[in-house]
């Protein structure tokens, strides 16, 4: 192997050190950063989530609420505590755990979050703030993925970077960030033809499609860096990422693993979207 890891673990930590010391010197000023996490049925991925969400606000000083309703929930009901915790001064961040049940417009409800205590960055306001070059709340996970290049010292001015994967959530966002900090990007979906005609020539690659380990080394330039969103199960029922490590970390640069990668860094910025909306009052 001759990468480098990228360790997501790492650089999560030394940012919720970071965190923690922003959210002390908010109590000098009497602000006390809150998170409240809305969970909707009994998903256990999205329990599990959720858990991690919760305890990591404590990890950081920060106060926290889990919101844990029945999956016949209605729709009306949610909309009726989403209004009552956007003017709730002790609640900063809202979440609202995806997937929704399918009877609950999740358009309406993302929509339904003020924009600034949406901090999963996916309120219209936010996306077009993103799009527009003026961020305000970010997507948690691109924002990640950004700090862990800007951690790794991954030069992004003029540099090629290649998206893999085109979702609200990781791809479309992710490409605004790069762009605005200079990189040239070329933004792939499911459509695409010839991808590795693209990744091959991609100084940085995103994969976030969803397929466990599709990128593989004969995809990457030599020496190109290799960040992996994704989160699946191999044939054996182990974690793993969209990218296939063994065979990538022989030709890449610079590679982030699964699990320790951008998973912590996704939790992360959740926190970092919390204390960054209790700032601005
Ligand atoms: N479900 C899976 N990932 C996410 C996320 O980033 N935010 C929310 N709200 N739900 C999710």
């Known amino acids: ?7 997501g673990k790492a650089i999560a930590a030394a940012t ?35 858990s991690n969400k919760v305890k990591s606000c404590g990890a950081v000083g920060m106060h926290s609420v889990l919101e844990q309703y029945p999956v016949d929930l209605t729709e009306a009901e949610l909309l009726t505590r989403i209004d009552a915790l956007n003017n709730d001064p002790a609640i900063h961040g809202i979440l609202v ?20 205590k949406d901090v999963d960055g996916f309120h219209l306001i936010n996306a077009g703030a993103l799009m527009t070059g003026q961020p ?41 960030m790069l762009l605005q900090a200079g ?20 100084d940085i690659v995103i994969a976030a499609v969803g397929r466990a380990k599709m990128i593989t080394g004969d ?20 974690l793993c990422g969209d990218v296939d490590f063994d065979s990538v970390a022989q030709v890449a640069g610079a590679i982030s693993p699964v699990p320790g990668g951008v998973g912590p860094m996704t939790i992360t910025m959740l926190l970092m ?8 009052l």
């Open 97 to 116: 755990q995806l997937p929704l049940p399918k009877y609950i417009d999740e358009h309406a409800v993302l929509e339904a979050i003020s924009p600034e």
């Open 16 to 50: 919720q050190l970071e965190i923690k010391a922003r959210v002390s010197a908010l109590a000098t000023r009497g602000i006390h950063p809150g998170l409240a996490v809305i969970l909707i049925g009994d998903n256990p991925a999205s329990h599990v989530y959720v």
């Open 183 to 202: 990189a040239t990007v070329t933004l792939c979906n499911s459509k695409t033809r010839d991808l590795s005609h693209h990744t091959r020539q991609a």
């Open 273 to 280: 979207n919390t204390l960054e909306a209790a700032e601005k």
């Open 1 to 7: 192997m001759s990468a480098t890891i990228i360790d």
């Open 136 to 176: 305000r709340l970010r997507a948690c996970t691109p924002y990640g993925v950004m700090k862990m290049l800007e951690h790794s010292h991954i030069p992004l001015r003029g540099a090629h970077a290649v998206i893999v994967g085109a979702s609200n959530i990781v791809g479309k966002p992710m490409a605004m």
């Open 219 to 238: 995809m990457i330039r030599a020496g190109a860096t290799v960040i992996d969103v994704g989160i699946n199960r191999d044939e054996h029922g182990k």
